[in-house]
């Protein structure tokens, strides 16, 4: 078998070995992917796959970020149920997924900058349609390499470890900045400050705007407005993941804080939303990228260029899942049930975390739980070590991500004793 | 790079700022109050220069996107918007690749609206699907294109996973391609779909020419075929299209496949194949997957992109697959993870909607054969237009000239010959709009108006130079 010449590279994607079949050279046929290893599971979707495989009845799923009602099933919200009802029938067809598409964008950016600001009548955004937010996030990272092909990427420590995944895929060279404390289990705030005036002028930053994602910790509103001021100074760009819009407090308004406070500076905002999870429509994977210009031409000539990159991607995002976003943002009455619904989940989410924390301080836990309280939005940046989690998941069934993230969305008043339990057992002798 | 508005600005933002503290002390306001100040004007945050000479240069940032332009309009939409500007009522659309009724009308078929009834019935949740699509439909796609009873089915060597439609199953072999085979080339057909070029530059993988388009015959360039994939480096990737070749509607015969095979395996290439039209072509599944099956009984390695948008009219869903035909089980095992690995980074995990009607068309057995007439009928219109097409050409065209390959042609676009002086004519005469290079949509024509493009082709071939 040869390899061709060309396939020397890094040992990252590659085995170390190239073997030579003879078998399949005297048949006369070429093993082309011998050269090509095992990927690693995905950190996240990885731990769905070790659930799914585990047999026991205790098993608990704390991995990936996807909401549970209080009996631990996924919710389809009425919302939704309604708006899939209103379009049955509708005829989704291509000559109209254009249109579609454009009212998802105008649905969205309204969403998100607030009824108070006719930002769509501004025209100088340039929005589209995007694959949720991963799909949102690699068209950034794109067009951030095309126009900006020097530049870098400011991730804070930790995050989404698919940002990671993002950024690097779209060749862009990642940098970090300090945002986690692991001694306090808060806000690095000094170091945070620290690291955005140290960084060059004019360096491009991603801000998780509300429920930081794994840490759960956001900075306050005094916070975001100074973090604000040091981006004018130094002349940053400001981009933002906004995945839990709702979510985070239960209401929309106050969750796009942070994003409202850079645009009442005058920032240039970029911004990457995700329907996923504020409306359950995960695997509808609707999504939205936005970008704020000067004026209408900028935004028209910006939103050409990344219907460019989508195009070479995937063409045109699925329509389905968007005209449910349309349906419910662009109905009052839907739009009600909506927030009335995303504050449901906020509510047992935020009980849940009281419940775990009581629980664990009944149980005589020697161990400060405050954390559990403190952080905002779907997940628990518990603390536990990656040999603790390993411990959790081998002895208890308790699975989660191995960084100690635990989605508290999967938490319920039936497995919340048996999750106390095992934290405790494992962190008893602390 | 500041736009004319903001060239007041000075060059230096904390100089900026100092000019926002010293007009908030002007205007008494504090940093909230001067944030609602200029919210309450309710107009473009540029406004404020009456108030506070140059708080406007302070309210908003120079947009670091200045410098880009507007990119190019695609070359396929536009004769779509022309076509709608146009108020002659003898209008005919041919650039559309898009399936239309006999009344020109889009098309959804029956057991897609029976397919989403009974989901909507079903209530089905909306997870996560994983990395990989949707198990039911991957297995069914592999099933359709293979032949469930396929040996490299029964041993598990291909690697599939769900994409977004063919553009985006595509690009994950591409990405596959870059990764792993750094430096190779993508051999594409001259011509071929335009976006093909898009994908692999985006992906950064190399690609060049291969003939395939012979103006002369209006048919196959076939030695030139032959003679470029075996003068490209060994081990290149050659795209083909499994049928119905888009743009001309020429496809190789079973004999020609055959000599391809051999001089792909004799250059030990890779065969890529695109296969946008299966069951659309001809009609048949199995038939439009002959040459795929071909290449697989030969126990070639290849890659195969599906797409589902034409032949179910889910072109708005984004459903199709990725295969790769592996020698082995582990090879296809590993390959299917690194496309995953590809996939996280681009859009996590795909669609479920579309995938979900596919499985169910094709997992009920009376959907499924219901399916199979509608391809039938579809595929059945457009040969229908080409022979009234070929009719009315061969009746009304005294030339003698060879109009068969009206005919030859298969699926849904057919190459007329016609140049581009001789295609503008054919719009601004006739207002029968098409792609410049001669490429006419056989979805867009109806019986009726066969008679009146064949007096247009007539006119614009013999008397526009």
């Keep these: 078998m040869r390899v061709p010449q060309t396939a020397v590279m890094s040992g990252r994607y590659l085995t170390n070995r190239r073997r030579v079949s003879t078998s399949r050279a005297k048949s006369g046929f070429l093993g082309w992917w011998d050269h090509v290893p095992q990927a690693p599971k995905d950190p996240i979707l990885g731990v769905t796959e070790a659930f799914l495989a585990d047999t026991s009845p205790l098993k608990i799923n704390l991995g990936v970020g996807a909401y549970r009602d209080d009996e631990g099933r996924p919710v389809v919200l009425r919302c939704v149920r309604a708006a899939e009802a209103r379009i049955a029938g509708a005829q989704l067809l291509e000559s109209i997924s254009t249109a579609a598409s454009t009212k998802l964008v105008e649905r969205s950016v309204q969403l998100l900058y607030g009824m108070d600001v006719d930002i769509v009548k501004q025209k100088r955004v340039s929005g589209i ?84 994602n794994p840490t759960g910790i956001d900075p306050t509103e005094e916070q975001w407005r100074e973090i604000s001021y040091q981006f004018k100074v130094k002349n940053h760009f400001p981009f933002f993941d906004m995945a839990y819009q709702g979510l985070a407090s239960g209401d929309p308004d106050r969750d796009a804080k942070a994003v409202r406070i850079f645009f009442e500076d005058g920032h240039l905002i970029g911004c990457s939303q995700s329907f996923a999870k504020i409306m359950g429509l995960y695997g509808h994977r609707v999504g939205c990228l936005s970008i704020l210009s000067g004026d209408e031409m900028q935004a028209t000539a910006i939103r050409s260029q990344l219907r460019l990159i989508a195009r070479a991607m995937y063409s045109s995002p699925p329509v389905h899942g968007s005209f449910l976003v349309s349906t419910i943002l662009g109905d009052q009455d839907l739009k009600a049930l909506w927030e009335e619904e995303v504050k449901v989940m906020a509510n047992r989410i935020i009980k849940m975390r009281t419940t775990l924390r009581r629980t664990l301080e009944k149980m005589g836990s020697s161990v400060n739980w405050e954390h ?59 | 790079m500041a736009s004319s508005m903001l060239s007041l600005a000075s060059a230096s933002p904390s100089a900026s700022l100092a000019l926002q503290d010293d007009c908030k002390t002007k205007l008494k306001l504090g940093t909230t109050d001067l944030a609602s100040f200029l919210r309450k004007e309710k107009r473009n945050p540029f406004m404020t220069a009456k108030s506070c000479g140059r708080i406007t240069m302070v309210a908003v940032t120079a947009s670091r996107f200045e410098g880009i332009i507007m990119a190019p309009p695609d070359p396929i939409l536009g004769v779509s918007e022309a076509f709608k500007a146009d108020t002659n009522e003898m209008k005919l659309n041919l650039g559309v690749g898009a399936y239309r009724t006999e009344e020109l009308q889009p098309y959804v078929l029956n057991v897609v609206k029976k397919a989403e009834n009974l989901m909507l019935e079903r209530g089905e949740n909306k997870e996560y699907l994983p990395i990989e699509g949707l198990a039911a439909f991957n297995k069914a796609t592999a099933d359709l294109l293979f032949g469930a009873d396929n040996k490299v089915i029964q041993q598990q060597k291909v690697a599939t996973i769900q994409g977004l439609s063919g553009t985006g199953s595509l690009r994950l072999a591409a990405a596959l391609i870059e990764r792993y085979f750094p430096g190779a080339k993508v051999l594409i057909s001259s011509p071929t779909w335009g976006n093909h070029k898009n994908i692999l530059n985006d992906a950064r993988v190399p690609w060049s020419e291969y003939r395939y388009y012979d103006p ?23 795209l083909l299209h499994g049928c119905a070749h888009n743009p001309t509607g020429i496809d190789p015969t079973l004999e020609q496949w055959e000599k391809i095979a051999d001089v792909i395996q004799e250059k030990k290439h890779i065969p890529f194949f695109d296969v946008a039209y299966q069951g659309f072509a001809s009609g048949s599944l199995d038939e439009d997957a002959a040459s795929v099956r071909l290449f697989a009984a030969r126990g070639m390695e290849l890659i195969v992109a599906q797409s589902y948008s034409k032949n179910l009219g889910l072109y708005a869903e984004r459903i199709g697959a990725i295969n790769v035909v592996c020698s082995s089980v582990d090879a296809a095992a590993r390959v299917k993870s690194q496309l995953k690995r590809l996939a996280r980074p681009m859009y996590s995990n795909p669609p479920v909607h579309g995938a979900r009607i596919v499985a169910n068309v094709v997992g009920d057995p009376a959907l499924f054969s219901e399916w199979k007439a509608e391809m039938e009928m579809m595929a059945g219109r457009i040969k229908g237009v080409r022979q009234k097409l070929f009719d009315s050409l061969s009746a009304k065209d005294r030339s003698g000239k060879d109009w068969s390959f009206i005919l030859k042609q298969i699926g849904m676009f057919s190459f007329t010959g016609l140049n581009k002086a001789q295609s503008d004519n054919m719009t601004n005469k006739w207002h029968v709009y098409m ?31």
């Design chain 1, 129 to 212: 349609q995007a694959l949720s937010g991963t799909g949102a996030c690699r068209l950034f990272a794109e067009f951030q390499r095309r126009f900006y092909p020097e530049s870098h990427i400011y991730l804070p420590i930790p995050t989404w470890s698919n940002h990671h995944n993002i950024w690097r895929d779209a060749q862009v060279p990642i940098r970090t900045f300090r945002y986690y404390h692991a001694d306090s289990k808060g806000l690095h705030f000094a170091a945070l400050m620290d690291d955005i005036k140290n960084a060059p002028d004019r360096s491009f930053f991603l801000l998780h705007p509300c429920a930081h």
């Design chain 1, 372 to 430: 559990i309280t403190n952080q905002v939005g779907m997940f628990w940046f518990s603390g536990l070590s990656p040999q603790q989690v390993d411990e959790m998941a081998k002895k208890f069934h308790v699975y989660m991500t191995h960084d100690g993230r635990i989605s508290m969305a999967g938490v319920t008043r039936s497995n919340v004793d048996y999750l106390a339990t095992a934290i405790h057992e494992i962190t008893k002798s602390d």
């Design chain 2, 216 to 238: 002369q015959t209006v048919g196959l360039d076939f030695d030139g075929m032959i003679s470029d994939i075996k003068e490209a480096p060994e081990g290149s990737f050659i």
């Design chain 2, 435 to 465: 792609t410049k290079d001669g490429r006419i949509s056989l979805a867009g024509l109806s019986s009726a108006k066969c008679e009146y493009l064949a007096d247009a082709i007539i006119d614009s071939f013999h008397n526009v130079k």
